[in-house]
């Protein structure tokens, strides 16, 4: 008898240790759950504000571009000197800030201008012959020449094949086949389907540039001069050398200097005999690109966007917008 009643105990012993492993990882478990949740509620938080801090950031680049009343834009104007407005916005909120940036789209080239009805626009396709055949995107004058034609004849409307560019029969022989559009491009990385267009030479590489920061969906292809990046600057003339582009740079970021006339820079040491197009180039810009990131936390939100600014009425309006 007494032999049966400790076995007895000992199985109770055993199913109480039993219940309470059960227990406790039960426990563990909707504890873990819960703070699963709590810290899913806190990053959907930090989420949200970070949103708003980007959008107030995006808002407070189209008031800089609104009030920004004068007769040409260049590097100088408040838009384009950021770092004081995104360090000032950690004040206005309560732990959340933004980075603002605004990029003025008139200084890039305008791929969609290279096409003029059927044709080229022999200014774009000289512009943008120049450009390819720079020594920091490592192709030859043949390879520039091949990606000029496919790019037109991606964006023309006839299904003629333009010397070295590609129509429908070159897309369709693909492993994974598609239709040349013949129409302009809707975004930038639409390029990557065009014959001739690498991943490395779109993004760039540790050895060679991108060439896809330097061009834009808008404009009607006159270039800033006052904005344009130094490999655009270079591209203006086949004489442009880089000397003449750190003098340049130096020369238009000189607030005493006048940069209202684009023939400003024949006034730049050694280029008075440099001529650049005037059809080409201009020293004002209606078309800008705004990124602003959120920040709370570990938390980040980018809103980006290219608006249209009219000076006449303080009008903006929105070409593009995304929010990541």
Known sequence: MRKILLNERGVALVLVILMISVIIAVTLKLNISSRSEIYEAANLGDGIRAACA????????????????????????????LESVSAGSETL?????FRLNIEDESGKISINSLVDGNEYSKK??????????????????QQARDIV??????????DEITEFGAENMHYSGLQNPYACKNAPLDCIEELLMIKGITEDLFYG???TAGIAKYLTLHGKGRININTAPNLILKALSADITDEMISDMNEFRRDEENNLSDSLWYKNVYGMAGITIAQSLITTESDI???TSTGYMNDMSKRVSGVIERHTNDKAIKILSWKVN
């Open 124 to 141: 774009i396709e000289g512009l943008l012959m120049r450009f390819l055949s720079l020594p920091e995107f490592n192709l030859d004058e």
């Open 288 to 290: 800008f690109r705004i």
């Open 54 to 81: 980007a959008k107030s950031g995006f808002y407070m680049g189209e008031a800089l571009l609104i009030e920004d009343i004068t007769d040409l834009d260049s590097m100088n104007e408040d838009w384009a000197n």
């Open 205 to 207: 590489t540790g050895e």
């Open 149 to 158: 034609d496919a790019v037109k004849d991606w964006i023309d409307e006839d």
């Open 93 to 97: 909120f309560n732990g959340e800030y």
